[in-house]
């Protein structure tokens, strides 16, 4: 079942004309203060979120905490930085929270509320221009990001626990706690593709490969699907199926595969509730290395833009940062009074002005 709004267009967006004060108050600032933003914003943006109810901003070398934000409302689940390093998402319960990266503003410039549930998937499209979340009220979303509201909504009819963008950025893909995977064809506003791995097993995490050549899926029996998607194909509907790796006997809590720079190289990250973070050859599906020094469950993890770092985020408190040639842990986080559940990294270039 879906919902969806003529307001929204994928490729081109128009300024939304009817806009309230406050709204159009933050854009005009915004348009404003662009440049003095950009020349002032740290060339590595890293943040924690936890169930202690904060966001943390951390000095990546140094492990300095410099900016603590307060969420009162909610605990954080999900963290995204968007493209032009200007903002954090932050997903809550229920809602969504934008903060401004480049001020001590503990307030956030703009709030996206009508989730009915845990927000427990999150990101944005390339040039940052809409984001898409997934609940635990069984919806996945898009809002558009200059307009009220949310701007389309689609039924998983179970608790969605994870959402990715394709590299296309026409379709989107997510997980829920019965087991299905959807895509859901932007184009056409409609769901495109069902895939069941395994039945009433939860899909906690899903990750696409920068290329769009491969999906993976990782559940609660510590599993992994993958699927090759067909060269030469502009859908997401033709899944062949590839490999199946038992990669821990706990759950898997976050899979990823790594970044565009990363080549050569192909790896896949596995975080789980066996306290370890485990990473893989995509090639053959061997395993590489074993990263171990987290007390507790590893909740979620992310590369550094050229893969050469993997920052994870875990219920002992803490986010480590780990490096991908040694497998050693070089910097421990610490600062977070309850499980640290989510982390976010940006250390790349923005993209270039249109």
């Not at 609940?135 to 626990?161: F, H, M």
């Not at 993976?216 to 062949?240: D, I, K, P, S």
Request: charged content about 20%; overall charge negative.
């Amino acid at each position: 079942m879906m919902r969806t709004s003529s307001a929204l267009f994928l490729r081109s967006f128009r300024f939304p004309f009817s806009l309230s004060a406050d709204r159009w108050k933050f854009y005009w600032s915004s348009g404003v203060d662009l440049l003095l933003s950009r020349m002032a914003q740290p060339s590595v943006i890293l943040a924690t979120g936890s169930y202690d109810h904060t966001i943390r901003f951390w000095e990546a070398k140094s492990g300095r905490c410099y900016r603590t934000i307060q969420a009162q409302e909610s605990q954080v689940n999900r963290l995204e930085i968007t493209p032009d390093k200007r903002y954090l998402a932050a997903a809550g319960n229920p809602q969504i929270r934008l903060y401004d990266v480049n001020s001590n503003n503990p307030q956030p410039v703009m709030s996206y509320d009508s989730h009915t549930n845990n927000v427990m998937a999150l990101g944005f499209q390339c040039d940052g221009n809409w984001m898409y979340s997934g609940s635990e009220d069984g919806t996945v979303k898009i809002w558009d990001l200059r307009a009220p509201g949310c701007q389309r909504e689609y039924e998983s009819r179970a608790a969605v626990n994870t959402v990715v963008l394709h590299p296309n950025q026409t379709e989107l893909i997510s997980g829920d706690q019965n087991g299905n995977i959807r895509v859901w064809d932007l184009t056409a506003n409609s769901c495109s593709c069902e895939l069941v791995p395994e039945v009433d097993t939860a899909v906690r995490s899903l990750t696409v490969m920068w290329d769009g050549s491969l999906v993976v899926a990782a559940n609660n029996h510590g599993t992994c699907y993958v699927w090759r998607l067909l060269r030469g194909t502009q859908t997401m509907t033709n899944f062949e199926p590839l490999h199946k790796l038992q990669a821990h006997n706990g759950y898997i809590l976050k899979c990823l595969l790594s970044p565009e720079f990363c080549e050569p190289h192909r790896y896949l990250a596995t975080a789980s509730s066996d306290h370890t973070v485990k990473i893989w050859n995509v090639d053959g599906f061997t395993l590489e290395k074993t990263l171990t020094g987290h007390q507790r469950w590893v909740w979620d993890c992310v590369f550094s833009v050229d893969g050469a770092y993997l920052i994870t985020a875990s219920s002992d408190s803490t986010a480590r940062l780990w490096s991908m040639s040694t497998g050693e842990d070089i910097r421990v986080y610490q600062g977070h009074h309850k499980a640290t559940v989510c982390c976010a990294l940006h250390d790349g270039a923005e993209p270039s002005a249109a």
